[in-house]
């Protein structure tokens, strides 16, 4: 008999502290709890990934009219009702909600609607009062929208509440040049809005491939974006129905929404967590070891609050590996290297392992890269480009960056990133036979290096 009410006791409903607390009980047998203080699915459900794909599903569909018409389709004038599909996305996110709650329950796992902070390494009060121990606590909180620091701030929205939005904007700036910031301005551009983006920075999506996010910035100002980089707001205030804004660029302007993307912070605040001698960094990311263990033994932490890798299926693989580790005798640490992603902007920006920058700074490197016009919307009379291309070590010949903008990169940079994580050399590309007509034939077809650094 236990001598604590749970073997384990999960803070956070998202994605990583649902899959934990589900395979701890579902698979390890362990009495489990879990605290969720809003709704069951976290960030990447209700307010992240999910209905953010959805709305850049809605959004794709005008310039596939144009280009149905552009193939001979005989359509009539299509409208956006985003009320209806408001209505649609939020009985979506319901029905979501409602699996996440059940496959806790399924398992076997206690759920709490209520807020948790610890009183001590081994106690969780919530918000309702209750408070109850057990012997691992799994803090999975996740993050939360940086809020803007200027007059005015109040005024502008978050990316928590864009999908909330009882009209479309017809004038919108986006401030931020992240794959949130990015995405959106695609979107809301998409969907019909006048999109602004302001972005500090010399150039968007900071930290990836150069010549991946320069062609990404070309093909959203050529779909109508206004990207501003080097530029910020110096304040901002009500003006009508709108919001005047003054911007350090000496411009002046007015917008019917601002939506602030400028970071994300972990959420670890008021949780009680110093006082018991956990670690916390900077930005108040929780510091953890490879196996996700807090400096206190008893608390472990992962996903989002940890600020690692800020990945949904990142926040998964952690709360498995925290499961194997703690609950089936199977130390497993959490393997970061190599993880491909996507940005969802239009068009699609997938990538995995180093940008050209950041190998060139490791080794000596070849460079294979080729942009092009794909055949589908050449055919439709667009400008659009894409982008192929593959870093490669001299030395080992092994491809250390695969970076794709095009229609469907997401698609694609998971195959590809399964070759690149089995440590593929560029001759393993090379003797890859292509499919044929495709985009990403050509990443088996590059026969000579663009350049060498
Ligand atoms: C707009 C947007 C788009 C994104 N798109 C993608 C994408 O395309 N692909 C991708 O992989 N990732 C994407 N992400 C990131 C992804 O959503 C996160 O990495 C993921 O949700 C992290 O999971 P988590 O379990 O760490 O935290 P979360 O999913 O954030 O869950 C944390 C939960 O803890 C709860 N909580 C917080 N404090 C307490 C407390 N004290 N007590 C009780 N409960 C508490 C919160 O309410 C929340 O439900 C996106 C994020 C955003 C914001």
Known sequence: MSDFDYDLFVIGGGSGGVRAARVAAGEAGAKVALAEQDRYGGTCVIRGCVPKK?????????????????????????????????????AELDRLENIYRNLLKNSGVTAYDARARLKDAHTVELSTGETFTAKHILVATGG??????????????????????????????????????????????????EVTQFYRGAQ?????????RGLVADEMQQKGIAIHCGTNILEMARDGDGIRVKAS?????????????????????????????????????????????????????????????????????????FVETVFKGNPTPVDHELIPSA???????????????????????????TSFKPMQQAFAGRAD????????SQASRKVLGCHIVAP??????????????????????????????????????????????
């Open 385 to 392: 480009r894409v982008l192929m291309k593959l870093v490669v």
């Open 249 to 321: 660029n000496g411009t002046e302007a007015v917008f019917d929404q601002v939506l602030f993307a400028i970071g994300r912070d972990p959420n670890s605040r008021d949780m009680g967590l110093e006082d018991l001698g956990v670690e916390l960094g900077r930005r108040g990311e929780i510091v953890v070891d490879r196996y996700s263990q807090t400096a206190v033994p008893s608390i472990y932490a992962i996903g989002d609050v940890t600020d690692r890798v800020n990945l949904t299926p990142v926040a998964i693989r952690e709360g498995m590996a």
């Open 204 to 212: 968007i999506l900071r930290g990836f491939d150069g010549e991946a």
């Open 343 to 369: 940005i969802f902007t239009q068009p699609e920006f997938g990538t995995v392992g180093l940008s050209e920058e950041a190998a060139r700074e490791q080794e000596p490197i070849e460079v294979y890269s």
């Open 54 to 90: 959805l709305m850049v599903f809605a959004s794709e569909y005008p310039a596939m009219v144009a280009d149905a018409r552009a193939y001979g389709w005989d359509l009539n004038d299509p409208a956006f009702d985003w009320d209806a599909f408001r209505g649609k996305l939020e």
């Open 408 to 453: 469907q990169a997401g698609e694609m940079i998971q195959l590809a990133g399964i070759a690149v994580k089995m440590g593929a050399t560029k001759e393993d590309f090379d003797r890859t036979v292509a499919v044929h007509p495709t985009m990403a034939e050509e990443l088996v077809t590059m026969r000579q290096p663009v350049r060498k650094a």
């Open 144 to 193: 939360r929208p940086v809020p803007a620091d200027i007059p005015g701030a109040e005024l502008a929205i978050s990316s928590n509440e864009v999908f909330h939005l009882k009209t479309l904007p017809k004038r919108i700036l986006v401030v931020g040049g992240g794959y949130i910031a990015c995405e959106f301005a695609c979107i809301l551009n998409g969907l019909g809005s």
